[in-house]
């Protein structure tokens, strides 16, 4: 069992930066790979960024490379989202996700909630132009 909390929302203009922390309960944080999703009002839970078991491979949407950058610690079970030059379409619930790929991480892998066992409760991210 693992029990995800995010944390690091909030309201900041364009071109702006947040840092969002996502932090996890248990000692095989390390065995999961981990995931950043978001979702908008009236629209679907969508990837952002994902990150493997030891942080050595990670995937972007295009949308959000050179912008975001996502990182984890495994010694303080936590991965985080880095979000810098935000834009008024980055607004979005933002939740972190911890998912076993027993067969190893690809973006077209990644990028499906189906993959997922946990799922934080989510954090507010809003971006005023």
């Known amino acids: 069992q693992v029990q995800l909390v995010e944390s690091g929302g909030g309201l900041v203009q364009a071109g702006g930066s947040l840092r969002l922390s996502c932090a996890a309960s248990?000692?095989?944080?390390?065995?999961?790979?981990m995931a950043w999703f978001r979702q908008a009002p009236g629209k679907e839970r969508t990837f952002v960024a994902g990150i493997s078991w030891n942080g050595g491979t990670t995937y972007y949407v295009d949308s959000v490379k050179g912008r975001f950058t996502i990182s984890r610690d495994n010694a303080k079970n936590t991965v985080y989202l880095q979000m810098n030059s935000l834009k008024p379409e980055d607004t979005a619930v933002y939740y972190c996700a911890a998912g076993q790929f027993m067969s190893g991480i690809t973006h077209t892998t990644m990028e499906q909630v189906r993959n997922y066992n946990y799922w934080g409760q989510g954090t507010q991210v809003t971006v005023s132009s």
């Open positions: 248990g000692r095989t944080f390390i065995t999961y790979d």
